[in-house]
């Protein structure tokens, strides 16, 4: 991975682009050598879009073709061009809706990464805030993870936790879990653009120690 | 569950005990309702035993059969007439290596309670932290939970996490997931002896709030 000069970022998100304006945030407050080269989503009328309008970040839509959770071939075939266009380093999914498994993993191996509002592994894939409160754990968090080919199965890069409440709803705990993505997606991001990251199989450690 | 006067403990242990000490130093330090009725352990030889000695604390091994990782059924049944003999109202498993299935559980129906290095459900099972190493998490910790018919799978009382370090081992993991058990192994025994804990399914839910 480039780290020489900046680490170029491409954003992909369906939704409000909270962790997009975090991860944004961040770099404009320096400390790290990062920047977004562009914001994909799925949906034209995505909040995210039009936040990176807003600030002036290049961003497009691309229609994920007919199928419900993934994207279809061609469609996948558009991202990988758009985010090799634009010289990007580092796949940074927020809040994607859509699986990725084929030419976008390869062509971007090692170099994209999510973020899970749970403590993998437990509660992977949808719904993990429902998952947590029916298993009835009293701690959550959030997870950064390296994606691979499984459902929120790949390496680790960073997690931290929240407590759960007894009188939380999914929503309530999703809010408290939000603040603790805002905070390691950055910082994750922040580390791997420092080239602190060392992925070894499914481990990862850290050169140099910067506490998130 | 008896609250009106003491909760009275019978722990059962095959190791060095340092649940079983945090729980009595606890408990002298005072602040909630219980008592250690007695002390049991599968090994003749046990720290957990001498410990329980030293402490004037009833302290019996018991044979535990033929088996290598559950009570034969004899055994289970001695157990049984012990702690029922020492009018134990809550039967706190403190590092306890058989499986307990048979008549025990259903004698004790939902006043046993256990503690397990990781945060439930992740890693359940044997070796929890080498599996946590093996995983790359980067947050583990532990959990005290109702015992079931399944491994480490009763509903949840209380969890408290710590850091996963890179230079980790088992040994020095498992150090400091110590640690977190013997805050959070006093802070859910009280929590029952006050009467806080309410059982609903597999969550719990606390009558009042005292933090652990």
Do not use: W
């Not at 954003?11 to 990062?34: H, M, Q, R, V, Y």
């Not at 994750?188 to 120690?209: C, F």
């Amino acid at each position: 991975m480039r780290v020489a000069n900046k680490l170029r970022l491409g954003i992909l998100g369906s939704g409000c682009g909270t962790n997009f304006l975090a991860i944004n945030s961040a770099i404009e407050n320096g400390g790290f050598p990062a920047e977004i080269s562009i914001v994909i989503s799925d949906i034209e009328s995505s909040v995210i879009l039009s936040h990176a309008r807003q600030l002036n970040i290049d961003s497009q839509f691309i229609d994920p073709g007919s199928y419900r959770t993934k994207l279809d071939e061609a469609a996948e075939a558009k991202y990988v061009s758009l985010l090799t266009e634009a010289g990007v380093d580092l796949v940074v999914l927020a809040g994607f809706m859509r699986i990725l498994k084929g030419g976008l993993l390869s062509s971007f191996e090692g170099r994209v990464i999510n973020i899970h509002p749970s403590l993998l592994p437990s509660f992977p894939g949808l719904d993990a805030c429902q998952q947590a409160l029916d298993h009835g754990v009293k701690v959550t968090g959030a997870t950064v993870h390296f994606v691979d080919q499984g459902v929120d199965s790949g390496a680790i890069i960073m997690q931290d936790t929240c407590r759960v409440l007894d009188d939380d709803t999914p929503v309530t705990l999703l809010d408290r879990i939000h603040e603790v993505e805002h905070k390691i997606y950055p910082a994750a991001i922040a580390a791997i653009a420092k080239g602190e990251v060392v992925k070894n199989g499914r481990k990862t450690a850290r050169t140099t120690i910067s506490e998130c």
